[in-house]
């Protein structure tokens, strides 16, 4: 089964900015005592062994103790209420690692699964604020962070990320989170976006 998916992703998590998570590989301790995030993606060009998924959104919520490498992590997974059952399996399929990419790398982290939830999932993006509403669960925006007006966005490069290598810093501008039962979120905490491409 041959599958591949582009598209644009975004992300916030409880930690403050910049995530320690993300900078070190998963292998420094969060700023709280657990780190929470909402990995946010909206699919533009998708086909998984002949199913198109183009236009359709999904989001991962993890829920991690302050080490991340040390797995037992508890994950959620939201699928676009607009995917078909043929496409909602396909993308499940994506997601839990059996098809392969980096979705199949987290696998080992992954302690408890919470659920999958398909939901409305309505994804906009400007080049530099991306937002994401997530059902009744949800409502997130973050903003790529310049240092002044007509500079490119800070990023972080060779960082180990199932989404990206490279990651825009982009701040929590707006978040209300409550996911899988656990209410979280603050405007500032940490936030990314990057283009992504998964296959397998």
């Known amino acids: 089964m041959a599958w591949q998916l582009t598209g644009t992703y975004m992300e916030s998590c409880s930690c403050d900015t910049i995530c320690p998570c993300t900078w070190s590989a998963l292998t420094a301790k969060a700023t709280l005592d657990r780190c929470r995030a909402l990995l946010a993606y909206h699919v533009d060009a998708g086909d998984i062994d002949g199913t198109d998924v183009s236009g359709l959104s999904f989001a991962l919520f993890l829920d991690t103790p302050p080490v991340m490498a040390e797995g037992n992590w508890r994950v959620g997974v939201f699928l676009d209420g607009a995917a078909t059952d043929a496409q909602a399996q396909q993308l499940g399929a994506v997601l839990a690692g059996r098809l392969g990419g980096p979705p199949a790398m987290l ?57 990206n290598t490279t990651l825009t810093v982009a701040p929590a501008t707006t978040v209300t989170m409550s996911t899988f039962g656990i209410e979280w979120g603050r405007a500032g905490e940490s936030g990314f976006s990057a283009p992504f491409s998964w296959s397998g």
């Open 107 to 163: 696998g080992p982290l992954i302690g408890e699964m919470l659920g999958i939830e398909r939901v409305p999932i309505e994804f906009s993006d400007d080049g530099r604020s991306h937002k994401v509403r997530v059902g009744n669960a949800a409502d997130l925006e973050v903003t790529d962070f310049a240092v002044g007006e007509g500079q490119d966005p800070v990023q972080l490069v060779n960082v180990f990320h199932p989404s």
